[in-house]
Nanobody
Framework: VQLVESGGGLVQPGGSLRLSCAAS????????IGWFRQAPGKEREGVSC????????WYSDFVKGRFTASRDNTKNTVYLQLNSLKPEDTAIYYC??????????WGQGTQVTVSS
């Protein structure tokens, strides 16, 4: 059972990235999927959640209007599109099979760095 995030990298302010969260050993469409991030010296915070039932989404106020979560059950993968990136979006981004941040499987994270 494994979750693997990918797609992070170094991008200039205003740029975009698409993060992927791929599952192996189990089926993602049975789970709500949460995206979280943790910046150096800060606590982990919730970024987004996408429902298993109807694909409805939630976003934190910090990313609303800039980030978009989606899922492709045929690929057993969930995505987080990051647009209009700001330096304060710099963090390690994680996906998890739970939107509370308490339970579920977690990936190893992918680093997003926004800098000119």
């Amino acid at each position: 059972v494994q979750l693997v995030e990918s797609g992070g990298g170094l991008v200039q302010p205003g740029g975009s990235l698409r993060l992927s969260c791929a599952a192996s050993g189990f089926t993602l469409d049975y789970y709500d999927i949460g995206w979280f991030r943790q910046a150096p010296g800060k606590e982990r915070e919730g970024v987004s959640c996408i429902s298993r039932s109807d694909g409805s989404t939630w976003y934190s106020d910090f990313v609303k209007g800039r980030f978009t979560a989606s899922r492709d059950n045929t690929k057993n993968t969930v995505y987080l599109q990051l647009n209009s990136l700001k330096p304060e979006d710099t963090a390690i981004y994680y996906c998890a099979t739970d939107c509370s941040g308490v339970l579920g499987y977690w990936g190893q994270g992918t680093q997003v760095t926004v800098s000119s």
